[in-house]
């Protein structure tokens, strides 16, 4: 028993001083990462990790490598309106293409491809941070696009990704995508038939073109957010590295810290405050298995957009102490009655094993909200249901 204690009493302090040397580590690190990400430069290269050029040594004039039918893709360049290069791939629907003797000419797509714009719809594809257009997922979701949508796709590197030029930036990803709708214009699409389509970081780039041309009138086809995020500030608060570990909660143990360090975000993409003017039909889409961005954004998305159409509640004073009976009255009625015109504005349809849909209709305007099972972070626009949702909705196919 005593050679027990003294056992005890010998390895119990170096036990323990090496799980305070482990945690004092983690903690510097963390702090160093903190501090590092309000450096501008530094936090560009972490929201949109355009440094990671996957995958490596990408062949971008020869789509056929990375799975992409013989001459089904045209490679080439989109010129911004402030001189940067925009590599780009235009791939033929599937209809398309199979009208085309096979193999066809490896310039196929470039010489088919104003009579594509003009008989059938197209995808405008704006992709997430990290990678390039040429990366195996990305690819899949193409593929799938132009066979089950039977549409053709347009899919672009910002500036600063894959063989485009320049670095990222809020406002610029905003004037590559206006550039990439442009070209498609000009080359025989009609506004009518072109899909708007985001995923992840490119939802926040689809909105804010989206909300470009509503304002100017212009009726496209519709605006697909695929694993949207409110905002980066929401984002940043909700962040959980593999869903296991939230990244702010260290910094909100201090008072007001997590809003100053905020302040210091270069980059806001704040979709939530601009969805309101988008004015077309709009699909989103969420896993509910997305470890990366919750489904809660979406939740809040979608809110926002029917929201205009139902009644108000009048808000109460910020100080919860001031609030009167006949005020707390008031706003309860308020709600139920703004609850009960949701519920009746709203068409819940349930599919087993795969998600809910709910879809709102007003005014001539139509916002779905549908939320899969499965699909995670990046794989949610891959599932045949998500696509089947995308066809009904926008009469493609």
Known sequence: MIMTVKSVDIVNPGILSRVRTFFAVLGGAYVLVVLLITIPSVQSHLIYMHGLKLPLNARFDAPERHGLAPGKTFNFKITTPDNYTLGAWFILSDDHYHSLPFPPSPLAAEAHLSEALRTRSTMLFL????????????????????????????????????????????????????????????????????????????????SSLAVSLSEESTRFKGLVLMSPFTSMHTLVDTYSILGLFPVMRPLTMVPRAAELYKTFLQHKFDTLSIITRVKVPVLIVHAEDDLDISHTHSDALFDALIDPFLPSVDPLPRDPGSWTKEQLNVSQTQMATKRVAREGLLVRTEMPHFGVMDTFAASNETIVLLKTLTGAHNDVGALEGTQEVMRTLFSLA
Do not use: C, K, M
């Open 127 to 206: 992709h997430g941070n990290t990678a390039t257009r040429a990366v195996p997922g990305r690819v899949q979701y193409y593929s799938a696009f132009v066979s089950r949508l039977q549409t053709n796709v347009l899919a672009i590197d910002y500036r600063g990704f894959g063989d485009s030029s320049g670095s990222p930036s809020e406002r610029g990803l905003t004037t590559d995508a206006r550039a990439a709708f442009d070209w498609l214009i000009s080359n025989g699409a009609t506004p009518e038939d072109v899909l708007i389509v985001g995923h992840s970081l490119g939802t926040a780039v689809a």
